[in-house]
Every structure is written in structure tokens, then in C-alpha cells.
């Protein structure tokens, strides 16, 4: 059964002109000589019904740590907001009206798998279409959490999106800190040398407790150790019953390329300590496991 909303409708820039073949080769008197497309005209029309306002990726964290329910929950969220009448009015305020969207799942610095490959929204078709994807892919969980793993993965997906974007956005959630793969503020780093934007959404629903590997202020480690950018933000999720909400209000922002109302002050560019160690993921593991 289709989700009871939609997103909005398609703004189509640099349609090609063109005619019949009958017509060019027998032109009629009163349409005159037959008008032809230079190769700058065509690419420059190819080149704008290419683009979008944003080539955004959702990397959507799976570890254990992660419950199934929360798992559910998080799944319908972004299919739901995908379809929302909010995004729609967001969608159509771009220059475009349109965007561009993979959606994948993470977790050990090995283990990514691509959900969605990179899709055109462009109306209530493809959003209905990409929500079923995401709705209908059977649920797993994995093992450790590699937030920089996630990050060099998709990097390389800008270069292989067939669409060109004003920006280019990571879209980072999970749980908890790295505790696998490279430093994570390295592989946050290397994004923002590329000009790519990275947002977050730290999940904060449940106490930290030994077992989960949680830490406590999960929304400070992201700001300080995760996103970055021009604009980046952080929403993080602390009740349970937000959960979806937040999800629409991240995507919304994403879309739009609205600026946080509290804008976050990066460590890195202010050359402060960051509030949470950035390291603490793989200190806790190390502590826990010998290694």
C-alpha cells in the first residue's frame, strides 16, 4: 500500500529542441530554413537536464548496538520523509526541484552495502519508488562501527552519481562513536577537502551501558569529531518517539540548504580540543577487548 504522501513535482530545465525528420528534410515554406543545435547548445542542454540541487547520501548505520526495532523504526522514517509534503515544498523551492539520492548501510570498516543506488526525485513517482526500495529490503544487523569506514566509501560515490549537484552531502547516522577502520577525523577531513558536507544524526534513545559500547554525549562527538562543512549540522535523537520527526527535519534541511539556528562551532577550525576524545570508540574496544 502506497504511503499516504508524496513529494513534489519536476521543474525540467534544458529540454532539447527539436522536430520530425520529414520536417528538416523537406522543410515548408513558411516555417523557413531548417534550425539546427550547435554541439555548445546541446551540451549545454544536456549538461542542465543533468543537474540538481543537492547529491545527498545517506549512510545509515546497522551495528549491533542498534536494535531491531530501532532498525524498523529508521528504515520507515526515511521513507516517509522521502515522501512527506514537506520535502515536496522544500524539493520545489530549489532551482531545480529536483535532487539526487543513494542510500546505503554500514557498519566494520569492510562491511557497506548500497541500498539505493543513485536515484533521481524528481516527483511523487521516484519518491514512492525509492521509499519502496528502502521499505522492502529485508533488515540486518553487523558487527562494530566504522564511521570513517563509512565516509571513505562514499566519497567515491559523488564521482560514479550521473547527476551534477550545487552540493554534495554526506549523511551521516548511528549510535555510536568509530571503534574500526582509520582515525575518524581523518576520513572526515579528506571529505572537506573535496568540498563535500557532512551532517549528523546521532541516536541517543537508549542509556550508554557497557554492553552497547553507547558513550554519553554522542551528540557533542559528532559535532566535534564527525560532521563539518559549510552549513554542516547535527540533529540527534533522544526520545524514541522523535525518532521519524528527526529524520524529516534533517532531509528537509538537507534539501533546502538551510543553516542550523545554532551553528555549529568546529573544533578543527577554532583549533580547540574537541568535548568528547575523538578517539574514545577505539579506546573503549581496546579496553574491552585487549586490541
Not at 545527498?56 to 524498523?72: F, N, Q
Not at 528502502?134 to 566504522?146: F, G, Q
Request: aromatic share 6%; net charge negative.
Amino acid at each position: 500500500m502506497r504511503l499516504l504522501f508524496s513529494i513534489g513535482a519536476v521543474l525540467v530545465t534544458g529540454i532539447l529542441a527539436g522536430g520530425d525528420v520529414a520536417s528538416i528534410a523537406a522543410p515548408s515554406p513558411k516555417s523557413g530554413p531548417p534550425k539546427f543545435e550547435s554541439s555548445r547548445q546541446r551540451q549545454a542542454a544536456d549538461g542542465d537536464a543533468q543537474s540538481v540541487d543537492v547529491e545527498l547520501i545517506l549512510a545509515v548505520d546497522v551495528s549491533y548496538s542498534m536494535d531491531m526495532d530501532e532498525l524498523a523504526i529508521q528504515r520507515e522514517g526515511y521513507a516517509l520523509a522521502i515522501q512527506s509534503k514537506e520535502f515536496l515544498q522544500a524539493l520545489k523551492a530549489g532551482p531545480s526541484g529536483r535532487i539526487a539520492v543513494t542510500y546505503f548501510e554500514w557498519a566494520a570498516s569492510n562491511d557497506q552495502k548500497i541500498i539505493i543506488p543513485w536515484r533521481l526525485i524528481d516527483g511523487p513517482e521516484t519518491a514512492d519508488a525509492v521509499a519502496g526500495e528502502i521499505m522492502k529490503t529485508p533488515i540486518r544487523r553487523a558487527s562494530r562501527t566504522s564511521i570513517s569506514g563509512a565516509i571513505g566509501f562514499a566519497m567515491p560515490l559523488f564521482d560514479e552519481d550521473p547527476y551534477h549537484g550545487l552540493r554534495r552531502v554526506i549523511d551521516i547516522s548511528g549510535d555510536g562513536p568509530n571503534n574500526n577502520g582509520g582515525p575518524v577525523t581523518l576520513a572526515r577531513d579528506a571529505a572537506l577537502e573535496k568540498g563535500i558536507v557532512i551532517n549528523g544524526l546521532p541516536i541517543m534513545v537508549k542509556e550508554p551501558s557497557y554492553s552497547t559500547m553507547d558513550i554519553d554525549n554522542l551528540d557533542y562527538y559528532y559535532e566535534d569529531c564527525v560532521i563539518g562543512g559549510p552549513g554542516s549540522f547535527v540533529i540527534a535523537i533522544k526520545d524514541r518517539e522523535k525518532f521519524k520527526e528527526a529524520i524529516r527535519t534533517k532531509l528537509l534541511m538537507e534539501v533546502a540548504g538551510r543553516t542550523p539556528d545554532r551553528p555549529v562551532v568546529h573544533v578543527a577550525d577554532k583549533d580547540k580540543e574537541p568535548r568528547v576524545s575523538c578517539t574514545i570508540g577505539e579506546k573503549i574496544w581496546s579496553d574491552r577487548w585487549g586490541r
